[in-house]
């Protein structure tokens, strides 16, 4: 079985006084994956920890989340910005949906233009509350991020190992040397005061 970390949400800030955190979701599936008494295995504070959902409720299109072993605002503040990791079977979720797939999967894809041109390769994906971008080593070695929404990404093909790509214009492009800012200065020896 091939099994991915699959990030589906990233806890946020505390929420009251007893523990309630945010979350910022990464799922499509949240009543799925955030259901009471799953948990989840974390690093906090430089310690391995574990985190099981006690309750979880949504308002204004927010969720939150109640751990079990979490009873205070310091203890949920400490927990900020802690990704919450499931195991998945990626052949199962394939079967599932045969267009889907997960961020990790992205990562070392070529990137074509549409035009079929190569662009780079994908290092990673940053996560953003607007939308998440995906980041591309270009083939001149820059990084470029590029936001991860269809008109820009309209393809995915996993098998294939590629992301077509349609940036808009300029965002590959290489800056002309005279507007890549001035070069940096080489340090001068340290006077010494007297």
Known sequence: MNTLDVIIATIGKAHGLRGELALTLRTDQPEERLQPGTAFEVEAAGRPRTLTIVSTRSQQERWYVRFEEVTDRSDAESLRGIDLQVGV????????DPDAWYPSQLKGLRVKHVDGHELGTVIGVDHYPAQDLLVVRTTDRRRVQLPLVEQLVPEVDLDEGVVIADPPGGLFDALPEDEQGP????????????
């Open 89 to 96: 079977d990626a052949a199962q979720e394939a079967d599932e």
């Open 183 to 194: 070069e940096p200065e080489t340090s001068a020896p340290a006077r010494t005061e007297r």
